[in-house]
């Protein structure tokens, strides 16, 4: 089992950034490739980035790319997601995910966090 815990969520002026945190407890991290998602209301889940078990490796939705950067601190049991130039089309619920193969499915991911609420304003 795999516990994940979102925070860093809020609202923002359009071009703002956040910075959202997952911190994990539970079986090894550093196991996992860790992927964030997010839904906006109305909409169904969306893969947003990706990171692979030790960093060397990331994966963007085209939405996103070259705005938002996903790291993780495998000592710290943490992934992250920079989110810059944000637009309100970014506004949704991200959540983050733990996968023992990865993907941008969410059909990929076996353990989820509860989510944390980005509004963007216009």
């Known amino acids: 089992q795999v516990q994940l815990v979102e925070s860093g969520g809020g609202l923002v002026q359009a071009g703002g950034s956040l910075r959202l945190s997952c911190a994990a407890s539970?079986?090894?991290?550093?196991?996992?490739?860790m992927g964030w998602f997010r839904q906006a209301p109305g909409k169904e889940r969306e893969f947003v980035a990706s990171i692979s078990r030790s960093g060397s490796r990331t994966y963007y939705a085209d939405s996103v790319k070259g705005r938002f950067t996903i790291s993780r601190d495998n000592a710290k049991n943490t992934v992250y997601l920079q989110m810059n130039s944000l637009k309100p089309e970014d506004t949704a619920v991200y959540s983050c995910a733990a996968s023992m193969v990865g993907g941008t499915h969410q059909d990929d991911y076996d353990y989820w966090g509860q989510g944390t609420q980005v509004t963007v304003s216009s």
């Open positions: 539970g079986r090894t991290f550093s196991s996992y490739v």
